[in-house]
């Protein structure tokens, strides 16, 4: 029984140490192939930025006359009109190396603030939506969550309000449409976010 025992007890130690140099070794690769994108990154050369899916704000869907008299609305106003000739692009999932193998690392800097623009558009756009349905203004919410949902936003707030609205609407059958985008995603927020879909879909069955 003891001799058992003991045998069991080397074949676990071996398989633990066999599963812990397996996970070294992977571990060693991953970082080396990373480094080597890397380096890859670093060395590429800028590229046109002409052609990139820059996104356009249209000023018409943007209620600039409600709420004048609520302050965070007005600093709502103020951020999009800061932003409204500035260049944007959602890069929602794509690294800082995937992003120099792109467009070249001499574009880095720039590429980072286009998509700081998207974060701060999107994020205003989700409070600003909220403003205005807590406000009774659930139709003009609306549209800048559908413009929002159009960019690709990973906001999960935004498709939960807009699942709401479409339910309080009577027109529940629109969440089907989001399920493209929300799939689409390249978010560490997809998951969440089809789910919220699936789970207002289920409520208003």
């Known amino acids: 029984m003891n001799f058992f025992i003991f045998a069991s007890t080397l074949a676990l130690a071996a398989a633990i140490a066999i599963a812990t140099s397996q996970s070294k070794k992977s571990a060693a690769s991953t970082e080396q192939d990373y ?5 890859a990154a670093n060395s590429t050369r800028r590229k046109s930025l002409d052609d990139l899916p820059y996104i356009k704000l249209p000023m018409e869907l943007f209620p600039m006359e409600l709420l004048s008299d609520v302050s965070k609305v007005e600093d709502y106003r103020q951020i999009v009109l800061s932003l409204k000739d500035l260049p944007i692009v959602n890069f929602t999932g794509l690294s800082n190396t995937e992003l120099k193998l792109r467009y070249g690392a001499p574009n880095i800097d720039l590429l980072t603030s286009y998509d700081q623009n998207y974060t701060l558009l999107v994020r205003t756009i989700q409070q600003w939506a909220q403003a205005l349905y807590d406000n009774g203004y659930p139709g003009k919410a609306c549209q800048l969550l559908e413009f929002a949902v159009s960019t690709g ?3 999960s707030a935004t498709y939960r309000l807009l699942c709401r609205i479409y339910q309080e609407q009577g027109t529940p ?4 449409d989001l399920y493209p985008v929300a799939e689409s995603l390249h978010s560490a927020m997809q998951k969440t976010i089809v789910r919220i879909l699936q789970e207002s879909g289920q409520s208003s069955d």
Request: avoid cysteine; aromatic fraction near 8%; proline fraction near 0%.
């Open 173 to 176: 059958e629109k969440i089907r």
């Open 153 to 155: 936003t990973d906001v």
């Open 35 to 39: 480094w080597q994108r890397e380096r």
